[in-house]
């Protein structure tokens, strides 16, 4: 079996009873960095053997591990934090055990993207996840995509690109438009701030040395009389 095991994003009390149980059962741990891994598992006093699995070697290391889990072997895939697979390694090694009839569950558990939509104030109902934006190549194509979409938008953003892509959103859905930066979710320091884009560009061009995974909630167009 393969176990999909989201982990904390910044408050280690957020990792479930079942996951806990999970990581301690399995024959070994897939994650993306073993040094970040052991201090969360050393935390939870959990023994287990680590194997790292990231961007840069999940292709040349996929196939070892398929056959490890057609060998019987029970498997927990886990990240630096979070879910695996969102915005993070995982999708190739799911996409493979299915190909191969291998068993698999993912549990649920951390994510950065809806606790920040519910806190955002913006509707939520229906929504379309964006991620980190192409760093050049293809970022104006997808933010005049992302503009046609009508829904709620989420972005993934990093400290030191934060400015840039307040700009980009402030030239493409323009200064008037609702959004919201979230960032250090669940940890001391967690900041949700809404506004208008141009207010939110004006106020961190103050503070530009924000920490912290950045999560950006862009409103939908407002509709003419409120429809």
């Not at 070892?64 to 630096?80: P, R």
């Not at 390694?89 to 291998?102: C, M, Y």
Request: net charge neutral; with cysteine.
């Amino acid at each position: 079996m393969l176990y999909i095991v989201p982990t904390p994003i910044g408050n280690l009390g957020d990792i479930t009873l079942r996951s806990i149980e999970t990581l301690q059962a399995v024959d070994y741990i897939l994650c993306e960095d073993t040094r970040v891994s052991s201090k969360l598992l050393n935390h939870l006093g959990i023994k287990a053997k680590l194997s790292a699995f990231h961007a840069h070697n999940e292709h040349h290391r996929l196939q070892s591990h398929i056959e490890a889990l057609k060998n019987g072997q029970n498997i927990a895939l886990i990240s630096d934090a979070g879910t695996p697979g969102i915005s993070d390694p995982g999708f190739l090694l799911v996409r493979e055990a299915h190909k191969e009839n291998i068993a698999l569950t993912v549990l649920p558990g951390p994510t950065a993207l809806i606790p920040a939509l519910v806190a955002s104030g913006i509707p939520c109902d229906k929504f379309f996840f964006e991620g980190f934006l192409p760093v050049k190549k293809g970022r104006k194509t997808r933010l005049e995509f992302l503009l046609s979409i009508n829904s709620t938008v989420i972005l993934y953003e990093s400290p030191h690109k934060l400015l840039k892509t307040l700009e980009h959103i402030v030239e493409y859905f323009g200064g008037d438009r609702t959004i919201c930066v979230t960032r250090e979710i669940s940890k001391i320091h967690e900041e949700v701030r809404t506004s208008s884009a141009e207010n939110m560009l004006e106020e961190y061009k103050s503070r530009p040395k924000v920490k912290g995974e950045i999560v950006i909630v862009i409103a939908e167009k407002a509709k003419k009389n409120g429809i």
